[in-house]
């Protein structure tokens, strides 16, 4: 793992607290501040009568002089105006007798707390060593839950998979005073941009330079770098702008398994890239997905939560491993750029706000690209556009009540002939993974949907709801990688997730990002000239679909034992293996499964087993 943490001292205690970061660093110039793992710290100062300092620990952290801005702010009590920074890191300012620590938009560096008895509080950026100062590790069952059968969705922006362990929402601070701590604003939803709407050519002009500048400060801090290039826009895009910085190793993988055009457009936008070294790493049954996670040794690192990339650690193993290899100290990942560049439900929010005639063209354009009915279309986001979320959530909530249907039919598996159940959901996707609970479990999970759906304020916008869950999971995604890369390492860097980005990027109304018939306009605007056109006019995106089932077929008595009777889950009263067990017989023919819901379980289930093999004294030492 790569993790900072701190302590900021009570009422009745006083000094160094007796716990640190067992491997820890001390953050220079914080006596309570360590750093753990391959992370990059910068530190500035202001001497004089109440002396103040701020630190930021992450994969591109501001300037020194960017820094002082930053804790300028924080010293005149202006939180909810921070400048907005560059990069993707925490920060952590000690300033007269308050600690402020502040996390990223997109949770690649989050920040969770908890309360010591004696008034003092702990933060970091990862949340089991936290829960783990208390004991064994027990994850907290409704959180579990609605990361089982939900996964994409934030019912509670406060909590995390640790009963006694908090969460700092993203556009909100930590503040930590004298036996206090509280929550401030520091800025707008990260779902938006600013105040002011920009246009697509101003979206467009600040995306360019922003994503620039995010490429070319990593490349100028680490001497050889490499990055994932798979011939798409978003990663051609930041290996041409590492190029213009440096030379570059860009790596491509492939397989006997993948039936893509990934590798032929790779390697003609290598071609064009003066400065690049291109790779083709090629895999084999070693790196199968699901490679590597029997019920008696987990060949995986531990992340902090659970993620999908060990489901498919051993093809990273192989690519991270052969950039190493080559001397890279950092890799850039094209990861959250299908999040920020593009939209959905700009339909229903076109209907909700009266906007008809913008509602029949974007039909129209939607229907010729899916080659359905508009009409279609129409009825479909008029009925999601009549339910609020909470109205939503209790409609799910009875569902979940009523009888299971744990079959896998053409309907749940939306296929072409069937029309998939729930789609007239908007807030909150269908969940397939709630068939394969047992009965408490659903009704636990009903009565959290209820009470989170119902306490918080409610979304008025289903493409904004949608853009911050997105960038939620997809933060958190890169949050594990990076984690699990950590023990390789290697730095992993995700621009599109930077500050700066995501706030370039959201900052162009979703009916603008989203255009029926143009692939991410945003960013195609933006790569203009930088990019070859072959590439800006690519419109196939190659999946990963081949090595999956491979990967099932490969491995399926193996998972079958992992999610079994014995599993963890399945004692948490989480799941009933049955069900998993009839999906996974549809491995070995190749039929249609819920791949997303398969890769969700295994990954938790993989969690919960490290979980069991870690105690206080995995990361903590006494002073």
Not at 220 to 229: E, F, M
Not at 367 to 374: K, Q, Y
């Amino acid at each position: 793992m790569r993790w900072a943490a701190g302590f900021r001292t009570g009422p009745d205690t006083s000094g160094t607290p007796v716990t640190a970061p067992l491997g820890g660093a001390e953050i220079p110039g914080f006596a309570t501040a360590w750093t753990v793992g391959p992370v990059v710290v910068r530190t500035a100062e202001v001497h004089g009568p109440g002396r103040s300092r701020i630190a930021a620990v992450g994969d591109c952290p501001p300037t020194r002089a960017e820094l002082a801005a930053t804790l300028d702010a924080i010293r005149a009590g202006h939180l909810d105006r921070l400048p907005e920074r560059p990069g993707s890191c925490l920060l952590v300012a000690e300033a007269a007798d308050r600690t402020v620590v502040v996390g990223d938009r997109a949770g690649v560096w989050p920040v969770f707390y908890r309360r010591d008895p004696d008034g003092g509080t702990w933060w970091s950026n990862a949340a089991a060593p936290l829960a783990a100062l208390s004991g064994p590790l027990v994850p907290d069952l409704c959180a579990l839950a609605a990361r089982t059968a939900l996964p994409g969705v934030v019912l509670d922006p406060h909590s995390s998979l640790f009963p006694q362990v908090a969460r700092v929402p993203p556009g909100m601070a930590l503040v930590c005073g004298p036996g206090s701590a509280r929550l401030a604003r520091t800025r707008t939803s990260p779902a938006l941009g600013g105040a002011e709407p920009l246009s697509p050519a101003e979206g467009a002009e600040l995306l360019r330079a922003r994503l620039t500048e995010a490429v070319a400060r990593r490349v100028r801090v680490t001497p050889i770098r490499s990055a994932d290039l798979s011939g798409g826009l978003d990663s051609t895009a930041l290996t041409h702008l590492a190029t213009r910085a440096g030379k570059i190793h860009a790596v491509t993988y492939t397989d006997e398994w993948l039936l893509n055009d990934d590798l032929p457009y790779a390697t003609a936008a290598a071609a064009g890239m003066p400065g690049i070294v291109h790779h083709v790493v090629t895999g084999d049954r070693s790196t199968l997905h699901y490679t590597g996670l029997t019920s008696e040794h987990l060949a995986v690192p531990f992340p902090d939560a659970p993620s999908p990339t060990v489901v498919l650690w051993a093809m990273k193993t192989k690519v991270l491993g052969a950039m190493a290899a080559h001397g890279s100290r950092g890799h850039f990942v094209g990861t959250g750029g299908d999040t920020v560049l593009t939209a959905s439900g700009v339909l229903t929010d076109a209907l909700r706000a009266g906007r008809h005639m913008r509602a029949v063209a974007t039909a129209r354009a939607a229907a010729r690209l899916t080659h359905t009915s508009a009409w279609h279309l129409w009825r479909a986001a008029r009925s999601k556009a009549a339910l609020p979320l909470a109205a939503e959530a209790e409609r799910l909530a009875a569902r979940l009540r009523g009888p299971a249907v744990p079959e896998i039919t053409a309907a749940a598996m939306g296929s072409r002939t069937g029309r998939a159940r729930g789609a007239d959901a908007a807030w909150l996707p269908d969940p397939t993974i709630a068939d394969w609970m047992p009965r408490p479990a659903r009704d636990l999970l009903a009565a959290h949907l209820s009470e989170t759906c119902g306490a918080r304020e409610q979304p008025t916008s289903l493409a904004r709801w949608r853009d911050a869950n997105g960038l939620a999971g997809v933060g958190d995604d890169v949050a594990q990688y990076a984690h699990l890369a950590a023990s390789l390492g290697m730095p992993i860097w995700a621009p599109y997730l930077d500050d700066q980005v995501v706030a370039a990027c959201f900052g162009v109304p979703p009916g603008e990002r989203h255009v029926p018939g143009e692939y991410k306009p945003l960013l195609t605007r933006a790569m203009d000239g930088i990019v070859d056109d072959r590439i800006l006019a690519r419109r196939t995106k190659g999946t990963f679909a081949g090595p999956v089932y491979a990967g099932l077929a490969e491995h399926a008595t193996e998972l079958t034992e992992l999610l079994g009777p014995g599993s963890r889950l399945a004692r948490l009263g989480l799941l009933d293996p049955e069900p998993v067990a009839a999906v996974l017989r549809r491995a070995a023919p190749g039929l249609p499964l819920p791949l997303g819901s398969v890769h969700n379980i295994v990954a938790i289930e993989v969690w919960l087993r490290q979980l069991e093999t870690r105690n206080r004294s995995s990361w903590w030492k006494e002073t």
